[in-house]
């Protein structure tokens, strides 16, 4: 675990984080479900925050028909190495770069989109606050910011199942859903929100001009 966030070490890690996060309900139909919440468009340039694997830049990306840009960053070699291993015949469509998510290496208002799929649980409250920040820095004037995330679960017999998981990804600022106000005060409004699983809440948040 680095300072800025987990960084999924050999065992955890790369190929077999895909296998792990299969088993607890993070295969393919969950990122093919969340990137049909978004509102995509072909052409698209959009940035991934906490990448990991690309396994959401590969849905995006297909979303999108292949027509537009993914751009991923993570801090974990272990995620970014296998993730490089998965997009090798899409690397004109999916660049990932090493990095923090709350200091992004990109210009003012170069994204129609940002993203972060359960990343900002493995990550502290001060860096989760500084990537909101960047993430409506990059983002363009109605752009929309996409922050799925851990969340104060509802009630059914999955999220019972998954207690352990939530006793070690939940933080203030998912259980009482600060977000909304966070986001608000660096001018993105939530303009809908959904549940991709009993415990895991979707929000789709637009930049104002």
């Known amino acids: 675990m680095s300072a800025k966030g987990n960084d999924f070490g050999a065992i955890y890690g790369g190929k077999n984080y895909d296998f792990f996060a299969t088993l607890l309900g993070f295969g ?6 969340a990137a049909s919440e978004m509102p995509l468009e072909k052409g698209m340039k959009v940035l991934d925050l906490g ?3 690309a396994s959401l830049d590969l849905e ?23 993730a490089h291993s998965k997009i090798k015949e899409m690397s ?7 990095g923090t998510m709350d ?20 990550t502290n409250a001060e ?8 993430a ?6 109605s752009g929309h910011f996409v922050l799925i995330d851990c969340t104060r679960p509802r ?16 933080n203030e600022d998912n259980w009482n859903n600060v977000y909304v106000e966070i986001c608000s005060e660096n001018s993105m409004k939530l303009e809908r929100e959904t549940y991709l699983k009993p415990y895991i809440r979707c929000q789709i948040f637009k930049k104002e001009n």
């Open 28 to 33: 393919h139909s969950f990122y093919e479900k």
């Open 51 to 53: 990448c990991g694997t």
């Open 60 to 82: 995006i990306e297909e979303k999108m028909e292949h027509t537009g840009k993914v751009f991923g960053i993570d801090l974990s070699n272990n995620q970014l190495n296998y």
């Open 92 to 98: 004109d469509e999916i660049t990932l770069y090493k």
């Open 103 to 122: 200091e992004l290496p990109f210009k003012d208002m170069v994204f129609d989109m940002v993203v972060t799929s359960v990343a900002f649980c493995e």
């Open 127 to 134: 860096v989760r606050r500084s990537a909101i920040k960047e």
């Open 136 to 141: 409506s820095r990059v983002l363009a004037s």
């Open 155 to 170: 009630v059914s017999l999955t999220s019972v199942m998954m207690l352990p998981f939530f006793m070690f990804k939940t």
